[in-house]
């Protein structure tokens, strides 16, 4: 089981920090990605990290301000958020796969149900 967390309203230039607990998964034999859905748009992947997070990739659109990150003793990994814009808002969800080069792509095992993030003054 995967879940998100820690969406919500936020203003222009603001942040927040996602998190994703798993639960019934040995947390480092599995890549973590971050997705999104925005209204009206394909699912599209955000960030994505490797079992013990050597290896890590995101989407052109949030390099620099979104960071990925995990803590596999507390089987969650985490995307920090920063100077978030308008476009940013949408349905953020986390998944796993085995397989780190598979994950921006969005082939991935299990996803969790998502959690919502609107940017918006």
């Known amino acids: 089981q995967l879940v998100e967390s820690g969406g919500g309203l936020v203003q222009p230039g603001g942040s927040l920090r996602l998190s994703c607990a798993l639960s019934g998964f040995r947390s480092e034999t599995y890549t973590i990605g971050w997705f999104r859905q925005a209204p009206g748009k394909d699912r599209e992947g955000i960030s994505c990290i490797s079992g013990r997070g050597g290896n890590i990739n995101y989407a052109d659109s949030v390099k620099g301000r979104f960071t990925i990150s995990r803590d596999n003793a507390k089987n969650t990994a985490y995307l920090q958020m920063d100077s978030l814009k308008p476009e940013d808002t949408g349905v953020y969800y986390c998944?796993?796969?085995?397989?780190?080069?598979?994950?921006?792509?969005?082939?991935?095992?299990?996803w969790g149900k998502g959690t919502l993030v609107t940017v918006s003054s």
């Open positions: 998944a796993i796969n085995g397989m780190f080069n598979r994950c921006m792509s969005g082939r991935m095992d299990y």
